[in-house]
């Protein structure tokens, strides 16, 4: 079979011209587009050489006619031997025969459109990180660093998230783009794929391979893989997030520490200072330290005395601190006066409006301005931070004029622009290429609640579709992060089962790290109380107990682009059921693990893939499944999993899975008086 192929008897190439509104707001987009488009393709030429093919010729359906090539070469790439590369140029009919011109003449036609074959039972995964489907047949998807959203996907209000210009198939080949301009995938013909790119030349890559782990391998390893965690955080236990200054700081950790909980390190994001707007309290977004941590060097000395690393948290936006009581720094002044802020190209500055306040973007497309905050960041390097969050990224106008380009073509571009070879920092948004400037990535600010378009529900589907595009190490808040107040009423408070259940599953993720929230005063948090503490405590050792098995997956991840938590599919590529499940994952090869995202549900049904699998005892359970053998490719049932006890398997005579079983029943037995 071909590995790729257009639709005989059809045209492959059209162009479009597109009227666009873009609507922005706190960093969301959303594109409304008219589109008239039209072909006419006709071959006029065909040059084989080599592994080459090109064809050239005219689309005579559109006014004025345009003249394309369109190549494909067989890649001699070390890295990805197994790979075609396409490229398509479009050009006036006075241009160059080859369409090899700086500013082709192509009039008001600014869009190419590739259309290929699909089969109608063809999956499509990937397309970073993705929530609610896992499996985007049958979509059309447009591909646009975006702010998550709140409450998104809801008829509401809210957008999706999407970031990656890539998909893997399961007929076994993987397809990316290296653009960065808007682009949308339409999957929604069961025959037939449609790439919309918002550009008169596209460039993409076809990778092949055996299976869909081997695909993610063949594409990090054109793209870049993730590195690895440093071996406080893989060998350490819970990241708290905590927030109120030193006192309240070290109150919430004693709190904590009474019950033994492993702590490898306090996240501060308040470090900067706080105030309170509509309802909210937000951070100074002014990258110095805050009068409220004046104890910070004896703060961090106490930490690290412990073996407890500090954590801060950062943006590349700026806000004007001259209303502020005490300040050292003016970085949102400094930045303005050196030009190193973003502006439309009306010449007025961007300014994004985030609840209550605006912020000037530092344009990093500016050498200057990318080593200015690439200073202000190692900072906090400077006074004891081993890490930080690297929040937002997705809000780059598509009006705006940078120093070195354009919004359109920066907007997806934006978050690429990383540091390297710095400590650990983790990151929401994100591009193409992202991976190989990352220690980490996080799935967002998800809704305190339990549903499937912005809660507990969407994390597992998260991490399973970015693990496809190479994003091989992700975690959540635990407990989630946003919800809301109107007047008396609570929206989204975090309750107390919610977050058992959010500890339950991030034990199970690379990193074990907790929020506060947005609202921090609707919320219960592992310090709220003893049962809060224990659960946050049992779950952050259980997390340490599969820490042998990480080190070997992080590896795997740093040195062949393998995610950690992975879709059933990649372990089991011969069961075709698997591909359909998106609420359980592998922990490599040697743990399943099936999350309980449901409120108030003792049992959840779990896919056993074939074979004899063991289920792992944290106590005893009425109803545990013990062995479970399957004797077919397609296994469901319904096992035991009330709250504090996950459905978590493991292979029969598997050595990892016998090991965590021991250092499991060890934690219980030491904190069998706690639970009962």
Request: charged letters at 20%.
């Given at each position: 079979?071909?590995?790729?192929?257009?639709?005989?008897?059809?045209?492959?190439?059209?162009?479009?011209?597109?009227?666009?509104?873009?609507?922005?707001?706190?960093?969301?987009?959303?594109?409304?587009?008219?589109?008239?488009?039209?072909?006419?393709?006709?071959?006029?030429?065909?040059?084989?050489?080599?592994?080459?093919?090109?064809?050239?010729?005219?689309?005579?359906?559109?006014?004025?006619?345009?003249?394309?090539?369109?190549?494909?070469?067989?890649?001699?790439?070390?890295?990805?031997?197994?790979?075609?590369?396409?490229?398509?140029?479009?050009?006036?009919?006075?241009?160059?025969?080859?369409?090899?011109?700086?500013?082709?003449?192509?009039?008001?036609?600014?869009?190419?459109?590739?259309?290929?074959?699909?089969?109608?039972?063809?999956?499509?995964?990937?397309?970073?990180?993705?929530?609610?489907?896992?499996?985007?047949?049958?979509?059309?998807?447009?591909?646009?660093?975006?702010?998550?959203?709140?409450?998104?996907?809801?008829?509401?209000?809210?957008?999706?998230?999407?970031?990656?210009?890539?998909?893997?198939?399961?007929?076994?080949?993987?397809?990316?783009?290296?653009?960065?301009?808007?682009?949308?995938?339409?999957?929604?013909?069961?025959?037939?794929?449609?790439?919309?790119l918002n550009a008169t030349s596209l460039s993409a890559g076809i990778l092949y391979a055996r299976t869909p782990l081997q695909?993610?391998?063949?594409?990090?390893?054109?793209?870049?893989?993730?590195?690895?965690?440093?071996?406080?955080?893989?060998?350490?236990?819970?990241?708290?997030?905590?927030?109120?200054?030193?006192?309240?700081?070290?109150?919430?950790?004693?709190?904590?520490?009474?019950?033994?909980?492993?702590?490898?390190?306090?996240?501060?994001?308040?470090?900067?200072?706080?105030?309170?707007?509509?309802?909210?309290?937000?951070?100074?977004?002014?990258?110095?330290?805050?009068?409220?941590?004046?104890?910070?060097?004896?703060?961090?000395?106490?930490?690290?005395?412990?073996?407890?690393?500090?954590?801060?948290?950062?943006?590349?936006?700026?806000?004007?601190?001259?209303?502020?009581?005490?300040?050292?720094?003016?970085?949102?002044?400094?930045?303005?006066?050196?030009?190193?802020?973003?502006?439309?190209?009306?010449?007025?500055?961007?300014?994004?409006?985030?609840?209550?306040?605006?912020?000037?973007?530092?344009?990093?497309?500016?050498?200057?301005?990318?080593?200015?905050?690439?200073?202000?960041?190692?900072?906090?390097?400077?006074?004891?931070?081993?890490?930080?969050?690297?929040?937002?990224?997705?809000?780059?106008?598509?009006?705006?004029?940078?120093?070195?380009?354009?919004?359109?073509?920066?907007?997806?571009?934006?978050?690429?622009?990383?540091?390297?070879?710095?400590?650990?920092?983790?990151?929401?948004?994100?591009?193409?290429?992202?991976?190989?400037?990352?220690?980490?990535?996080?799935?967002?600010?998800?809704?305190?609640?339990?549903?499937?378009?912005?809660?507990?529900?969407?994390?597992?589907?998260?991490?399973?579709?970015?693990?496809?595009?190479?994003?091989?190490?992700?975690?959540?808040?635990?407990?989630?992060?946003?919800?809301?107040?109107?007047?008396?009423?609570?929206?989204?408070?975090?309750?107390?089962?919610?977050?058992?259940?959010?500890?339950?599953?991030?034990?199970?993720?690379?990193?074990?790290?907790?929020?506060?929230?947005?609202?921090?005063?609707?919320?219960?948090?592992?310090?709220?109380?003893?049962?809060?503490?224990?659960?946050?405590?049992?779950?952050?050792?259980?997390?340490?107990?599969?820490?042998?098995?990480?080190?070997?997956?992080?590896?795997?991840?740093?040195?062949?682009?393998?995610?950690?938590?992975?879709?059933?599919?990649?372990?089991?590529?011969?069961?075709?059921?698997?591909?359909?499940?998106?609420?359980?994952?592998?922990?490599?090869?040697?743990?399943?693990?099936?999350?309980?995202?449901?409120?108030?549900?003792?049992?959840?049904?779990?896919?056993?893939?074939?074979?004899?699998?063991?289920?792992?005892?944290?106590?005893?359970?009425?109803?545990?499944?013990?062995?479970?053998?399957?004797?077919?490719?397609?296994?469901?049932?319904?096992?035991?999993?009330?709250?504090?006890?996950?459905?978590?398997?493991?292979?029969?005579?598997?050595?990892?899975?016998?090991?965590?079983?021991?250092?499991?029943?060890a934690i219980f037995t030491d904190h069998a008086a706690d639970l009962t």
């Amino acid at each position: 079979d071909p590995v790729w192929q257009t639709i005989p008897g059809e045209e492959f190439l059209l162009v479009a011209q597109t009227v666009w509104n873009v609507f922005e707001k706190h960093g969301s987009f959303d594109v409304k587009e008219t589109t008239a488009s039209c072909s006419g393709q006709a071959i006029d030429r065909v040059d084989l050489q080599g592994g080459s093919v090109r064809l050239s010729g005219v689309l005579h359906g559109c006014e004025p006619p345009l003249r394309y090539m369109f190549t494909i070469v067989q890649s001699n790439s070390s890295s990805s031997p197994s790979q075609l590369a396409i490229s398509v140029r479009l050009c006036g009919l006075s241009d160059e025969l080859d369409c090899n011109v700086a500013k082709p003449s192509t009039g008001p036609w600014t869009r190419v459109l590739l259309a290929f074959s699909s089969t109608e039972d063809e999956g499509f995964y990937g397309f970073g990180h993705q929530y609610s489907l896992v499996d985007l047949k049958g979509t059309r998807l447009p591909i646009l660093t975006n702010e998550q959203g709140v409450l998104r996907e809801t008829p509401f209000l809210g957008t999706l998230l999407n970031t990656y210009l890539q998909y893997v198939s399961s007929n076994n080949y993987s397809l990316f783009i290296d653009n960065t301009e808007f682009v949308v995938f339409d999957m929604r013909d069961s025959k037939r794929v449609v790439i919309e790119l918002n550009a008169t030349s596209l460039s993409a890559g076809i990778l092949y391979a055996r299976t869909p782990l081997q695909l993610i391998e063949e594409y990090t390893a054109v793209t870049g893989r993730m590195r690895g965690l440093p071996n406080w955080l893989l060998d350490g236990g819970a990241v708290v997030g905590m927030q109120g200054g030193s006192e309240v700081v070290l109150e919430k950790m004693r709190m904590l520490e009474k019950h033994g909980c492993p702590i490898a390190g306090i996240w501060l994001q308040d470090w900067v200072g706080k105030r309170h707007l509509r309802g909210l309290s937000r951070l100074w977004w002014n990258w110095e330290l805050d009068e409220s941590y004046s104890d910070w060097p004896s703060l961090v000395t106490d930490l690290n005395g412990r073996g407890i690393q500090l954590l801060t948290y950062v943006n590349p936006h700026l806000t004007d601190v001259s209303t502020k009581p005490s300040f050292t720094r003016n970085m949102y002044k400094e930045a303005l006066d050196a030009g190193y802020l973003m502006r439309h190209c009306s010449g007025e500055l961007v300014h994004l409006g985030s609840f209550g306040f605006d912020a000037g973007i530092v344009d990093l497309s500016n050498p200057a301005a990318f080593e200015w905050m690439k200073d202000v960041v190692r900072s906090q390097l400077r006074i004891g931070a081993r890490g930080w969050m690297a929040d937002f990224g997705e809000a780059v106008p598509f009006d705006a004029c940078l120093h070195n380009g354009t919004g359109v073509e920066w907007h997806n571009r934006y978050p690429v622009e990383g540091l390297e070879d710095e400590v650990m920092f983790f990151t929401r948004a994100a591009g193409q290429g992202s991976a190989r400037h990352t220690t980490l990535q996080w799935l967002g600010d998800q809704m305190t609640t339990w549903d499937a378009f912005d809660g507990i529900a969407t994390v597992v589907p998260g991490a399973l579709s970015g693990g496809f595009s190479g994003i091989a190490m992700t975690h959540s808040d635990i407990g989630g992060y946003t919800n809301m107040q109107l007047g008396p009423w609570k929206i989204a408070a975090r309750e107390k089962e919610l977050l058992m259940r959010w500890c339950e599953l991030s034990a199970f993720e690379p990193v074990y790290r907790s929020h506060e929230g947005c609202i921090p005063s609707l919320n219960v948090h592992p310090w709220t109380d003893d049962d809060t503490a224990i659960t946050f405590t049992v779950f952050a050792k259980v997390h340490l107990a599969w820490a042998p098995y990480k080190r070997q997956l992080v590896e795997e991840a740093v040195a062949q682009g393998r995610p950690v938590m992975r879709h059933m599919w990649l372990m089991f590529p011969q069961h075709k059921a698997a591909r359909d499940v998106t609420t359980q994952f592998m922990l490599g090869s040697e743990l399943l693990v099936a999350p309980v995202v449901t409120r108030g549900a003792g049992k959840v049904k779990v896919y056993f893939p074939r074979g004899c699998w063991v289920q792992v005892e944290f106590r005893p359970v009425a109803g545990e499944a013990g062995l479970l053998c399957a004797a077919d490719d397609d296994v469901v049932r319904e096992v035991a999993a009330p709250l504090g006890h996950p459905a978590v398997f493991f292979p029969q005579g598997s050595a990892v899975g016998a090991a965590f079983q021991a250092r499991v029943s060890a934690i219980f037995t030491d904190h069998a008086a706690d639970l009962t």
